[in-house]
């Protein structure tokens, strides 16, 4: 996840592990621009805005994958509108 993030053009990367045990790993990282800490707390995870993570179980990436592209998503849209607002501002 850190050496995705750190490609130019990439704000924001998530790694996710399926344990062999029914469980998922997920490794968020962020350049700063996404709020990854938001994403993984809506999953019951944690951490900071450019480094969280969460531990799931009985999950699979598959069913999970989709959640978070949402979040994601949600947090760009979010960042354009407030810099159209602060540029109609000037």
Do not use: C, F, W
């Amino acid at each position: 996840a850190d050496t995705m993030v750190a490609i130019s053009g990439i704000y924001v990367s998530v790694v996710i592990v399926e344990y062999v045990d029914g469980s998922l790993g997920i490794s968020a990282r962020s350049d700063g621009t996404v709020n990854v800490q938001i994403i993984m707390e809506e999953l019951g995870g944690g951490g900071h805005q450019t480094v969280a993570g969460v531990q799931l179980d009985n999950k699979r990436a598959v069913d999970i994958m989709p959640q978070i592209i949402s979040l994601a998503k949600k947090q760009l849209e979010e960042i354009d509108n407030n810099e159209s607002d602060l540029i109609a501002r000037y």
